[in-house]
Every structure is written in C-alpha cells, then in structure tokens.
C-alpha cells in the first residue's frame, strides 16, 4: 500500500495578502473567511515525515494556526520576499525539536538567503545566535527528501525563474510562474492527482500567468483537483468556485487539508 500524503495549505495569497495592510478587500466578500489569505507557503506530510514550501512572511501564524511544531525540511522556489521572509520563525522549530532544519533549493535561491540571513548558517558570536539551518543545493532534475521522490521544474518568473516542483509523481506545485520552459509540461502532469497553480489576478502582469491564461492550463492538464493559490484581492473564493469547481478546479483557501 502506498502512503498517503497530507497537504495543508498554509497561505494562498499574494504578495500583499488578503486583505491587504490598509484593509482593501478589492473583489473578495470580506465576510467570507475563506478569502483571508496569508502569503504563500504549503506543507506535506508523508509517514510522519514532513516538507514545508517556501517561508512565508506569515509563517508564525500559518503555523500557529495550523498546530504545527515540527518541521522535516524546507525547499525553496524563489527568493521573492513574499516567499522566504518567515526564515526567522524555523528558529522556534529548531530550538524546540532540537535539531537543524535541512534547506533545498537552487544556488541563485541559498546564495540569497545565506546573505541576507547569513546568522541562521553560521554562528554569529557577535549576537548570540547559533546557527539553525543546513543548506543543500538542488543539483539534480530528480532527488529525494524524507521519502519524497521530487522533480524540480525550472519555470519563468519574468525577470527571474523560479522553480516548480513534482511530488511522487502526484502532486504538482507551480505558483510563481509566468510560463513554462518545457513545451511537454503540461502533457507531463496531465491528470495528476493535485495541482497546485498561481493564479494572481485577471490583468496581465509582468512576471504571472493571467487568469484566463491559467484556465486554460488547468483544461489541459485537466488534474484530478487543481487548486489556484496565489491570488490578489481580485480573485474571491465564492464566484471562482462557481464558475470553476464543475471542472474540479478550485480556489484554494487558508488551512486547506487533503489527504491523497
Ligand atoms: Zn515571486
Ligand atoms: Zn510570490
């Protein structure tokens, strides 16, 4: 029998949140809990085991919220503020499990990250901080983590790419995402259990995927559930899901469980 796999949703907003500092709801029905969205971060459980995506600048709630007090291993997309600013709150994790929490992600992604949090890598005497994490380069197209057999996906993020990744061959997660590179992408994960994808909002933008364009992918890939995440006050849960869910798609929401 093959060992399920727990997804809890953590955050699905943007960059900004939902609503945002200055209490903009834009599009989304403000008395719909659903629409309260923290910036983007996701974890997997597997046999106990667990992998956390991205650190949220809200990871201290997510987590808080969520009852988590543990966590496995990160791995990293991008180095977008809105995806790594919660570093600081794996020091809680690690000081009261123990232990260091390991780190993956590409080169341009650990360089950032140990320059601009350098004390969480090596011991900064000056302030007392003993260092928490241990970083590991992404080296190869398909490697393992906790029993997770991952294939990283090099995607364009505008000026940046950023990566996507495949989890057990059931799982896909692409959030930050303007285009594939891979011309086969979609054929590779067509009808995969879940996938996750940005969706930021209805206008062009620079570095995301429309919303029309983002539909049409999820036709294509046509997954057993696709999950939008990602998304600005333009998007509000109830009129997505809809327009949406007839085609098993759906927006997703804070503190979202699955079990697959
Ligand atoms: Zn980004
Ligand atoms: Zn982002």
Redesign the pocket.
């Given at each position: 029998m093959t060992e399920k796999t727990e997804i809890n949703v953590l955050g699905c907003g943007?960059?900004f949140g939902v609503p945002l500092s200055h209490d903009i709801w834009g599009n989304c029905d403000k008395s719909n809990p659903k629409n309260q969205r923290t910036r983007?971060s996701i974890l997997l459980k597997k046999a106990g085991k667990s992998i956390l995506i991205d650190t949220s600048p809200d990871l201290r709630k997510q987590l808080i919220d969520n009852k988590i007090d543990n966590i496995d291993s990160v791995i990293y997309t991008h180095s977008?503020a809105?995806?790594i600013h919660g570093i600081n709150d794996l020091r809680a994790i690690s000081l009261i499990n123990k232990k260091k929490i390991p780190i993956y992600s590409d080169e341009i992604t650990l360089n950032i990250l140990k320059n601009s949090f350098s004390y969480l890598f090596t011991k900064d005497v000056k302030h007392g901080y003993e260092p928490i994490l241990n970083s590991n380069k992404i080296e190869t197209k398909f490697f393992e983590i906790n029993g997770f057999k991952v294939e990283a996906i090099k995607q364009n993020h505008g000026n940046i790419d950023s990566l996507g990744f495949i989890f057990d061959e059931k799982i896909a997660y692409n959030?930050?995402v303007k285009f594939f590179y891979d011309k086969n992408y979609f054929d590779r994960i067509k009808g995969i259990e879940c996938w996750f994808v940005g969706c930021l909002r209805y206008d062009e933008h620079p570095s995301h995927a429309s919303y029309q364009e983002v539909i049409d992918w999820t036709q294509l890939v046509n997954a057993n559930q696709t999950f939008l995440s990602?998304m600005t006050a333009h998007i509000d849960y109830e009129t997505e899901y809809k327009k949406l869910s007839n085609n098993r798609v759906y927006p997703a929401y804070d503190g979202l469980k699955i079990t697959i």
């Open positions: 943007s960059s983007p977008h809105d995806h959030l930050d990602h």
